[in-house]
């Protein structure tokens, strides 16, 4: 069974710092592709951040030079370390695991970013 479960969000002030996890079950964290993504409201899901077991980081251009995507493969874990947080950053934010021509996604967790 395909777990993956969200932790560290919250409220923040702008500039401020939040580090998301995502904590998955081994069989789906050794096969897949890890990926971030948010839905804020009103508007559609989209990927922030993605990191395969080994590569290359992919991040959205909104993100880049604030947000680093992590994977710790001994704890089945990935991160999303959020630094200089925007109030457009503000969204419910779920991990995604991509593997087997599929995507399997945790429940989400909320960010908002207060101005």
């Known amino acids: 069974q395909v777990q993956l479960v969200e932790s560290g969000g919250g409220l923040v002030e702008a500039g401020g710092s939040l580090t998301l996890s995502c904590a998955a079950s081994?069989?789906?964290?050794?096969?897949?592709?890890m990926r971030w993504y948010r839905q804020a409201p009103g508007k559609q899901r989209a990927m922030v951040a993605s990191?395969?077991?080994?590569?290359?980081?992919t991040l959205a251009d909104s993100v880049k030079g604030r947000f680093t995507i992590s994977r710790d493969n001994a704890k089945n874990t990935l991160y999303l370390q959020m630094n200089n947080l925007k109030p457009e950053d503000t969204a419910v934010y779920y991990c995604?695991?991509?593997?087997?021509?599929?995507?399997?996604w945790g429940q989400g967790t909320q960010v908002a970013v207060s101005s």
């Open positions: 990191l395969p077991r080994s590569g290359t980081t």
């Open positions: 081994e069989s789906i964290f050794k096969s897949a592709v």
């Open positions: 995604g695991a991509w593997a087997y021509g599929t995507t399997y």
